[in-house]
T-cell receptor
Framework: GAGVSQSPRYKVAKRGQDVALRCDPI?????LFWYQQALGQGPEFLTY????????KSGLPSDRFFAERPEGSVSTLKIQRTQQEDSAVYLC?????????????FGPGTRLTVL | AQSVTQLDSQVPVFEEAPVELRCNYS??????LFWYVQYPNQGLQLLLK??????LVKGINGFEAEFNKSQTSFHLRKPSVHISDTAEYFC????????????FGAGTRLFVKA
């Protein structure tokens, strides 16, 4: 079946613009994660959803970052008033269950460049 | 607080040689440990994971890792590598209690030479 998909794959924004990044998880997956991956670094946790509930947003770097998953499937990560330091690859992952030991299935990522 | 340290940023190795990619973590509670691999132009995929039980875990593509609680390590090994193993490898940890955060290391680039 289809894996995790993300769109757009590439996004260029001018500093100060708002952006919205979309994640389509594997159908039926309960858990959804967002990560930020800077160049040469590992993924850094941003937020976690269980169905439509955002249970952990401890990794969101500022109040400019906002994520939602209103119907418990597709999720959107929104960044307001983008800054150059927001340039990174944004990864989405989903897992079938709610256990912390469950395998996460990753999407290809959205590469955001803020000029 | 949790942290993950991958001790080598790059590991060059000749084809058919053994390899070990090192990972150390810090946590004050029980943990779940993972190795993910990212092949060029592909998303991350799970190689193997340790949840409990036997400290030696086997994964896909002939990789294995050993959980050492006293040394807080989870090193990844393969006895004989192939050119196709060239990729970025990430060690990750999540805690058994508390939030849902998974912490990743900075990655180790394995480069297999002919």
């Amino acid at each position: 079946g289809a894996g995790v998909s993300q769109s757009p794959r590439y996004k260029v924004a001018k500093r100060g613009q708002d952006v919205a990044l979309r994640c389509d998880p594997i159908s039926g997956h309960v858990s959804l994660f967002w990560y930020q991956q800077a160049l040469g670094q590992g993924p850094e946790f941003l937020t976690y959803f269980q169905n439509e509930a955002q249970l952990d947003k401890s990794g969101l770097p500022s109040d400019r970052f906002f994520a939602e998953r209103p119907e418990g499937s597709v999720s959107t990560l929104k960044i307001q008033r983008t800054q150059q330091e927001d340039s990174a690859v944004y990864l989405c992952a989903s897992s079938a269950g709610t256990g912390k030991g469950d395998e996460q299935f990753f999407g290809p990522g959205t590469r955001l460049t803020v000029l | 607080a949790q942290s993950v340290t991958q001790l080598d940023s790059q590991v060059p190795v000749f084809e058919e040689a053994p390899v070990e990619l090192r990972c150390n973590y810090s946590s004050s509670v029980s943990v779940y440990l993972f190795w993910y691999v990212q092949y060029p132009n592909q998303g991350l995929q799970l190689l193997l994971k340790y949840l409990s039980g036997s400290t030696l875990v086997k994964g896909i593509n002939g990789f294995e890792a050993e959980f050492n609680k006293s040394q807080t390590s989870f090193h990844l090994r393969k006895p004989s590598v192939h050119i196709s193993d060239t990729a970025e490898y990430f060690c990750a940890v999540s805690e058994g209690t508390g939030g849902f955060k998974t912490i990743f290391g900075a990655g180790t680039r394995l480069f297999v030479k002919a």
